[in-house]
């Protein structure tokens, strides 16, 4: 493609974004000429007060529809994010007879990946609600209908939607890496490396954080019901920090990530649920896309593994349920469904306590503390998994291994396992439940990323 027919395609998505917010009300506009096509320049520029709370909804609404952009075979969306980071980490496999490269290639039968399959779509809902983040933070920059401390609010609450979207095409990247820079869409920024895009992303978390720290006791817009208890900016800077902490452990940076939990919503003795999440409702709104019926042909099944692995009586084993007949897929073969939602309308964590917990309780091993550390995981192993407390030895070695099962079994099928394991070096640890399966350490450069520009 030329360089010239790549730009209109990058200027039609945009405009595509904009009408699909326009459809569902995004903007509370005057009489639009041109009603298939909204122009960027209606909200870019001397955008209303109105508009701007509308574009927050939006931006709200793209962080949601990163979970939800095309259900059932998940071809871009965060259900999709789950079903590949999944059975890349072998924790679950997608069973569907009339798409069978979710087992051929994504557990490497094939021994490569295809940059331009389906399953890399993913990738494109992150970047919308990126790309939408930014557009309400050029918005709110460029009008006076907002007063200063307001404009610092959105700017925090952009900034941090920006770089937690970030984060998650990031770690499917990998060392393949991202763009950091897209101030000028049509002429983005190169790719930086997996540690440079970490330290870029920590950086506009900590932008962000100063700005909330700044923009006083109240958003100039409502949070959706999920964000309740973290809808201001001094609460939502907890939120913001705790997507830090994530990002500090990926760095190593350990007494960081402790002052950055601090910060956040962290209780060592608190509810593990606390956290935002995405609630969902029936139509006109949008279901669970990880919901499933259990027992159906096409589904997604957990590697056995996960349940022969287990502690017996563990708690966390209702994350999937016994299949009446095992599913099977070219030689894969699931017995159980996963369960992880109950129904259509269960909420999704997006980040909570027990995940903060078991970051201290990492920060802790690293920084040579194991007492500590051990009295975090026996929470997370009493109050989650209804297990003894940790009897084992006090090494370092042996409580890595405590942390990665207990993070395991707490955090199945939320994109973790993959990551984790790779960032310890022990992806050769995953299981190979086929002779020629191949553990990839990095999900392959979309097809139109490689192509911009050429």
Known sequence: MTPIKNKLVAATCIMWLLTIFACNKVFNNPEI???????????????????????????????????????GNGTSSYESYCKVAGTLGREVYVINESETRWVNELAGLNGALDPGAFYNGYYFSFSSARQTAAILKQSALNTNSIN?????????????????????????????????????????????????????????????????????????????????????????????????????????????????????????????????VFNWGVAPDALNPLYQPLNNAVTVVANNA???????????????????????????????????????????????????????????????????????LNIVRTQAGSRPVYTGVLTKEALIDELLKQRRYSLFYEGHRWIDMRRYGRLNQLPLDQKRQTIFDAMPRPLAEVNWGK
């Open 148 to 276: 200063a401390q307001e404009k610092l609010g959105v700017e925090g609450f952009s900034n941090t939607v920006i770089a937690f979207e970030m984060l998650h095409i990031l770690n499917m990247q990998g060392k393949n890496g991202i763009r950091t820079d897209l101030s000028d869409y049509l002429n983005p920024g190169p790719f930086v490396s997996y540690a440079a895009g970490l330290t870029s992303i920590k950086a506009l978390l900590d932008t962000a954080a100063n700005q909330l720290k700044q923009a006083g006791n109240a958003f100039m817009f409502n949070a959706p019901s999920g964000f309740a208890g973290f809808d201001t900016p001094l609460t939502f800077l907890q939120f913001n920090r705790a997507v830090a902490a994530r990002v500090d452990i990926y760095q190593q940076n350990w007494q960081i990530a402790l002052d950055d939990l601090n910060a956040s919503f962290f209780k060592i003795d608190g509810p593990l649920t606390t956290g935002p």
């Open 306 to 376: 996960f349940v022969a692995d287990a502690e017996p009586g563990d708690a966390r084993l209702n994350k999937v349920a016994l299949r009446s007949s095992a599913a099977n897929l070219v030689g894969i073969s699931g017995s159980y469904d996963v369960a992880l939602y109950p129904t259509n309308l269960t909420p999704i964590s997006i980040i909570r306590n027990e995940e903060l917990i078991l970051i201290y309780a990492e920060c802790m091993i690293q920084l040579g503390q194991y007492q500590n550390a051990v009295n975090a």
């Open 33 to 71: 000429p041109n009603p298939n096509g909204a122009e960027l320049s209606t909200v870019l520029k001397n955008a209303t007060r109105g508009q701007i709370t509308q574009l927050a909804i939006g931006t709200f609404s793209a962080m949601r529809t990163g979970y939800n952009t095309n259900p």
